[in-house]
């Protein structure tokens, strides 16, 4: 089953305007929230992340909110670019397997227009 | 200084066919990774190796194998391939196991057709 689930499929903004993509998870034993970024043709690439002991998490235009009681966390990218237009991933993973496995939701497709 | 490198990047075979996917990474990591992207994009987990030692096999067909040479060298091997096992497959490596260090980071991915 999935074990992270993430909204909207695909996101279309403006240049300036805020993006803003959520996930929501089940399982209360993970305990690092990443986000991937993926161009197309590339892997994905760490962007950003956040453990549970913190409710928001700023790196430059890019912040991870999370609300834990809720078990939702969603990333804001303000200002958004055209350069930004890529497949977003949120992942969960937990050390209880030791292999920090990620789990990832369904990816958002985000747009930017000029 | 490609961090994880993948080869080949693209691979068309035909079904039944024996193929391999090599992953090398030069971040000194402990641990490895081999994940599928299907055509929906949708990233699984397939296996995680560290030091060698296979941690999580997550319900892949045995013809799927993966080697590890060594701590830098991570390669999948497929056999009897068939077509639902099309798609990109991507390397990744971590520095360690535990709470101490989550990243990881992938390869550029290996594009497999099978006709």
């Known amino acids: 089953q999935q074990q992270v689930k993430q909204s909207p499929q695909s996101l279309i903004v403006q240049k300036g305007g805020i993006s803003i993509i959520n996930c929501a998870y089940e399982n209360t034993a993970f305990d690092y929230f990443p986000w991937y970024q993926q161009f197309p043709g590339k892997g994905p690439a760490l962007l950003i992340a956040?453990?549970?002991?913190?409710s928001e998490k700023k790196e430059g235009r890019f912040t991870i909110s999370f609300n834990k009681s809720a078990k939702q966390f969603s990333l804001h990218i303000m200002d958004s670019q055209p350069g930004d237009s890529a497949t977003y991933f949120c992942a969960a993973t937990d050390d209880q397997t030791g292999a920090n496995n990620l789990f990832f939701g369904t990816g958002t497709r985000l747009t930017v227009i000029p | 200084d490609t961090a994880v490198s993948q080869t080949p990047k693209y691979l068309v075979t035909q079904m039944g066919n024996d193929k391999s996917i090599k992953c090398e990474q030069n971040?000194?990591?402990?641990?490895m990774y081999w994940y599928k992207q299907d055509s929906k994009k949708f990233l699984k987990i397939m296996f995680s190796?560290?030091?060698?030692?296979?941690?999580i096999n997550e319900t892949v067909p045995n013809r799927f194998s993966p080697k590890s040479p060594d701590k830098a060298h991570l390669n999948l091997h497929i056999n009897s391939l068939e077509l639902g096992d099309s798609a990109v497959y991507f390397c990744?490596?971590?520095?360690?196991?535990?709470?101490?260090?989550?990243?990881?980071?992938f390869g550029p991915g290996t594009r497999l057709t099978v006709t």
């Open positions: 971040l000194g990591h402990d641990t």
């Open positions: 990744a490596s971590s520095p360690k196991i535990g709470r101490a260090s989550y990243e990881q980071y």
């Open positions: 190796y560290n030091n060698k030692e296979l941690i």
């Open positions: 956040i453990r549970p002991d913190v």
